[in-house]
C-alpha cells in the first residue's frame, strides 16, 4: 500500500533552517510529482511546493519563494522541503502528498514550529 512517512520537524528559531523529509513507499516513486502542504493552527491546509517526477520542474507558493527549496533522491524514494529563513508564520504541520491510480494520498505530518 501506498505509505509517505514525514519527518525533520522541530523547535527553531526565527531566522533558522530545517529540512524535512517524507519516504515514500508503495508505488514507484520516480514516476509520480510530489507535493508539499502545510496547516498552521486553526487555518486550512494550503499547498507550499511542487516538483515533477524527475525534479527538473519546481514551484512554491508565493510567501516562501526564495527560501523554501524542495527535491528530490528517487533513488532513495524520498522527497525533500529545505527551509530556511524560517519565519514564526511558517509554524505548521507540514505534509507530503501524491496522487496514484486517481487517489491522493497523505503522509501523517511533521510538526514545524518557528519561535520569534
Known amino acids: 500500500q501506498v505509505q509517505l512517512v514525514e519527518s525533520g520537524g522541530g523547535l527553531v528559531q526565527s531566522g533558522g533552517s530545517l529540512r524535512l523529509s517524507c519516504a515514500a513507499s508503495g508505488f514507484i516513486f520516480s514516476t509520480r510529482p510530489m507535493n508539499w502542504y502545510r496547516q498552521a493552527p486553526g487555518k486550512e491546509r494550503e499547498w507550499v511546493a511542487f516538483?515533477?517526477?524527475?525534479?527538473?520542474?519546481?514551484s512554491y507558493v508565493d510567501s516562501v519563494q526564495g527560501r523554501f527549496t524542495i527535491f528530490r533522491v528517487n533513488a532513495k524514494s524520498t522527497v525533500y522541503l529545505q527551509m530556511n529563513s524560517l519565519k514564526p508564520e511558517d509554524t505548521a504541520v507540514y505534509y507530503c502528498?501524491?496522487?496514484?491510480?486517481?487517489?491522493?494520498?497523505w503522509g501523517k505530518g511533521t510538526l514545524v514550529t518557528v519561535s520569534s
Open positions: 502528498k501524491t496522487s496514484y491510480n486517481g487517489i491522493n494520498y
Open positions: 516538483i515533477t517526477s524527475t525534479g527538473a520542474s519546481t
